[in-house]
């Protein structure tokens, strides 16, 4: 045996799996929101390959060092014993260094995974030593409100939270977002966003509209998703998933920029009465803040196009197009 402890003998040991603590919260854990039943088909077909390690932790029982997936895997299958190798003498640190590079070796992990590690690290390891070396090899930058987000990620008590950025349900910015909300405001925009399958644009843009709702109208984000209009649409059974996204967000942008979306749908509406050659469109700046309008013509050649101005020079409605503010009354 070495001074940094070693795995005892040549050959696995049987261990009760009642004597192993297995558990999420173990200090070398780093899975979570796995299926272990494709791995335990494949032990059931092949047998064991490489047995998990083990280390005693003074209670009669072991924690896991590595292999916390194929425990899980041999208890679906039934095993009363597993064959294991037992760590001696090895300090925590080197336990948790074994499993890490075990498991890089052979998968890439989730974001709840990579702050759990950075979390067990974090208690052997100074922080500079995780910014230099083991953020970079989790394939993170190195920055404080990096670790700041992974490390909120694992004191987030929620499991289903959890879950949904483990499966990449709730994208990272949504994800920060939604954490440093109240338990439950962050439990109902987690379900809407899952339920409906936002994609990561429109997650960002509910969140920041409900925020922006939420603050204007002094009314909580629940409050906002339970009023009429949207509970209406949410629940509706004629409308798909993508048409109540787009009526959520259309509702909510009407809620919070009412004047943009009045002028928004005047502007299209003195379009639509223009009779414009085919290929021709006009387009308006974002939010109407940038100043003039953009007229683009598709032609084929100059006669083509000699054709579509002429058509346009004698189109009486182009007068009537105006800034669309004009008429719209100030809130």
């Known amino acids: 045996m070495t001074k940094m402890g070693s795995i005892a003998g040549d050959s696995p040991r049987k261990v009760d799996i009642r004597n192993i603590d297995d558990g999420p919260g173990g200090p070398y854990c780093m899975s979570f929101n796995f299926d272990p039943g494709p791995l335990a088909d494949a032990i059931r077909r092949a047998g064991l390959i490489n047995s998990p390690v083990l280390k005693e932790n003074g209670q009669d029982k072991f924690d896991v060092v590595a292999g916390y997936r194929r425990i899980h895997a041999m208890k679906l299958l039934g095993w009363n014993k597993i064959p ?9 640190l080197k336990c948790l260094l074994l499993n890490l590079y075990d498991n890089l070796s052979v998968r890439t992990f989730n974001d709840v995974e990579k702050a759990m590690i950075l979390n067990r690290l ?11 070396v083991y953020m970079p090899l989790l394939g993170l930058p190195s920055h404080e ?20 950025i483990a499966d990449g349900v709730v994208c990272t910015r949504a994800a920060r977002m939604l954490l440093e909300m109240d338990g439950h405001v962050k439990s109902r925009l987690c379900d809407l966003i899952q339920s409906l399958k936002f994609n990561t644009n429109y997650q960002i843009q509910l ?17 906002i998703i339970d009023s009429p209009g949207l509970k209406d649409i949410i629940a509706s059974d004629r409308m798909n998933n993508p048409q109540k996204i787009n009526a959520i967000l259309g509702t909510l942008r009407s809620r919070r920029f009412p004047r943009l979306v009045q002028a928004e749908e005047r502007f299209k509406q003195m379009v639509c009465r223009l009779d414009l050659p085919e290929g021709v469109s006009i387009r308006r700046p974002p939010f109407f803040e940038a100043p003039g309008y953009r007229m683009e013509v598709f032609f084929e050649n100059g006669k083509e196009l000699e054709r579509k101005i002429e058509h346009l020079l004698h189109e009486k409605n182009l007068a009537t197009l105006r800034d669309p503010w004009e008429k719209i009354p100030h809130a």
């Open 207 to 223: 969140i920041e509209l409900l925020i922006d709702i939420s603050h204007k109208e002094k009314r909580s984000i629940p409050d």
């Open 84 to 92: 294991c190798r037992i760590v001696s003498g090895l300090p925590p």
């Open 145 to 164: 409100p990096v670790l700041k987000y992974y490390l909120r990620i694992e004191s987030e008590p929620d499991e289903d939270i959890r879950k949904a």
């Open 122 to 132: 974090l208690t052997w390891v100074s922080k500079e030593e995780l910014f230099k």
